[in-house]
């Protein structure tokens, strides 16, 4: 399997939309991999991970065929992970051609932010009942997705809806993709997570040297949420320890990201990076 981040960054942006701080200053000034989109990313050109306001300019990045994708797994609802006022151009009006059904899988947060954002009174003469289909996920679905098997794991993010981290396996290789999400999780959501053995991990890095009791992780968390899986046999040396989704509120730069990465093991992800597991 093959992984792309095409985008990194926290809901903010990085360098941040309004922000000057010393590390927005910094990257704009030095461009290249300091600069971030919003966090999604795709497997296999086949899968995509959720769909932030970002999408377009990631197509437009990375020659992203998002007419040929058809299934979108979104995380939870928040708008850096879900924007779904796009997804209207799937209509054949907008978008000639597009290969078949596009599924979108999510919790009811998501599954109502889809609905409220394509069938407002502009669009109903676009229809996408013949381009587009919601799929509501409770936590713990396991579901293919063509030969992809998914399984959705609660995350320790938003308490107003069941966010989602994700298990999605092929042929033998299996990615645990967890953004955004917090490091404690619920006992039965370890317990599922234990069940496998992963080729790749990425974990959520937002608060880079910080830490938050909520919400997500910071590099601390990191370490601590892969010696967890490590423990129980779930990684092995040549697993594949990815950090992401960052925030400058973290402090850190992309170069003092990629120091901490290499002396713990790990990569520290750039918008379009593209890993083979």
Same mark, same amino acid.
């Given at each position: ?8 960054? *926290?809901?903010?942006?990085? @360098?941040?939309?309004?922000? !000057?701080?010393? /590390?927005?200053?910094? *990257? ?12 999604? !990313? ?26 040929? /994708?058809?299934? %979108?797994?979104?995380?939870?609802? =928040? ?36 609905? &409220? ?14 381009? /587009?289909?919601?799929? $509501?996920?409770? @936590? ?6 063509? &030969? ?55 974990? &959520? ?6 830490? !938050? ?12 949420? *892969?010696?967890?899986?490590?423990? $129980?046999?779930?990684?092995? @040396? &040549?697993?594949?320890?990815? /950090? ?19 002396? =713990? ?10 890993? %083979?597991?």
């Amino acid at each position: 399997m093959e992984i792309q981040y095409l985008g990194t960054a *926290a809901a903010e942006g990085y @360098p941040a939309l309004f922000c !000057s701080c010393d /590390i927005c200053k910094k *990257a704009r000034n030095a461009g290249g991999r300091e600069i971030r989109t919003r966090t999604q !990313s795709v497997v296999d050109n086949k899968i995509l991970i959720d769909f932030p306001p970002d999408t377009y300019t990631h197509a437009l990045n990375y020659s992203l065929q998002l007419g040929e /994708i058809q299934h %979108l797994l979104v995380t939870h609802s =928040h708008m850096d992970h879900f924007f779904p006022t796009e997804l209207i151009h799937r209509h054949e009006h907008f978008g000639h051609n597009a290969k078949g059904m596009l599924y979108v899988y999510g919790n009811e947060a998501v599954e109502k932010a889809f609905y &409220d954002a394509v069938l407002i009174d502009r669009f109903k003469e676009h229809p996408l009942d013949e381009v /587009i289909r919601f799929i $509501r996920l409770k @936590p713990f679905a396991d579901f293919m997705a063509d &030969d992809y098997h998914v399984i959705s794991i609660p995350a320790d993010h938003d308490k107003r809806e069941n966010c989602l981290i994700y298990i999605i396996e092929r042929e033998g290789k299996c990615i645990l993709y967890g953004h955004d999400t917090g490091i404690k999780l619920s006992d039965e959501a370890w317990d599922c997570i234990f069940n496998y053995k992963y080729d790749l991990i990425s974990l &959520d890095a937002t608060m880079g040297r910080k830490q !938050s009791d909520r919400y997500h992780m910071g590099l601390a968390d990191d370490i601590a949420f *892969a010696a967890k899986l490590e423990e $129980r046999g779930c990684i092995r @040396p &040549d697993t594949v320890k990815v /950090i992401n989704h960052f925030s400058h509120n973290g402090g850190m730069t992309h170069e003092e990201l990629e120091v901490f990465a290499k002396e =713990h093991g790990m990569i520290a992800a750039y918008d379009g990076m593209t890993v %083979l597991i």
